[in-house]
């Protein structure tokens, strides 16, 4: 017997935040939706506060980039080519980490993380330091580092394949949750997760939003931190096993 809309929904939103013991990804997603806030934190601080510009979402810079190029005012083109050069070679250095660690999801995501705490950390560290100032080239190191992280945590996320957790892109799971719904004809699988994942990036963007407009730069990049610290920290810990789900599905 099919459980009811609302209650499959629910279910599957419980399973996400505690995964069952069965479950073939472990402890990943409740992992992959707090890198999703953090997604939302980082992009609000960057399309606030850096001059329009994305450091996570990438069909935004190229867009703007258009726009830019086109004569639109408020929008820099030199911004959207940076971060899209910087999360590039993130994503070229995940890459390399996939190649190396890819057989291991748990010491994979551990080495990521530890990757973009060291990122954002430094951004937290000029933004203290400059008072929350941005000049033009405080503007710049912040979009080169956050890009470069948000590339590398991209690249990762991608190669651990939670299926509706790619902690960036929201497109093709608000299309899933709509296409693949029942009233549609469809399965309706993962509603919950999906939801969840839409909920985390608006959480991540309205908390960032909200502390860089009424506290200050390194008070909104604050909490981003924080997230990827307590992550990397409980990620380390569940690495050191062999567990089933650090294998990678198709592996």
Not at 24 to 33: I, R
Not at 188 to 210: N, T
């Amino acid at each position: 017997m099919r459980k009811a809309p609302h209650a499959q929904l629910l279910a599957d939103a419980v399973h996400t935040l505690v995964p069952p013991r069965e479950d073939p990804h472990g402890p990943l997603p409740p992992l992959m939706l707090t890198l999703t806030v953090v997604t939302g934190l980082v992009d609000a601080v960057s399309y606030l506060g850096l001059g329009h510009v994305f450091v996570a979402n990438m069909t935004g810079n190229v867009v703007f980039l258009g726009f830019a190029l086109a004569g639109a005012q408020g929008l820099s083109a030199l911004a959207s080519v940076t971060a899209l050069g910087a999360f590039l070679g993130g994503a070229f250095a995940g890459g390399r980490l996939n190649v190396r660690l890819g057989t291991h999801r748990g010491r994979l995501l551990s080495l990521a993380l530890g990757a973009q705490v060291l990122l954002v950390a430094v951004t937290v560290i000029v933004a203290a330091a400059t008072d929350n100032k941005v000049t033009s080239g405080v503007q710049y190191v912040l979009i080169v580092l956050l890009a470069m992280g948000m590339g590398v945590q991209n690249a990762v996320v991608r190669r651990l394949g939670v299926p509706d957790l790619t902690t960036t892109v929201l497109t093709l799971t608000l299309t899933g949750l709509a296409a693949d719904s029942r009233a549609a004809g469809g399965t309706g699988p993962r509603p919950g997760r999906r939801v969840l994942s839409v909920l985390a990036m608006f959480l991540g963007a309205l908390m960032g939003g909200l502390l860089l407009l009424h506290v200050g730069l390194s008070a909104a990049l604050g909490p981003a931190l924080l997230l990827l610290v307590a992550t990397a920290a409980f990620t380390h810990r569940l690495s050191a096993s062999d567990a089933a789900w650090t294998r990678h599905p198709t592996s």
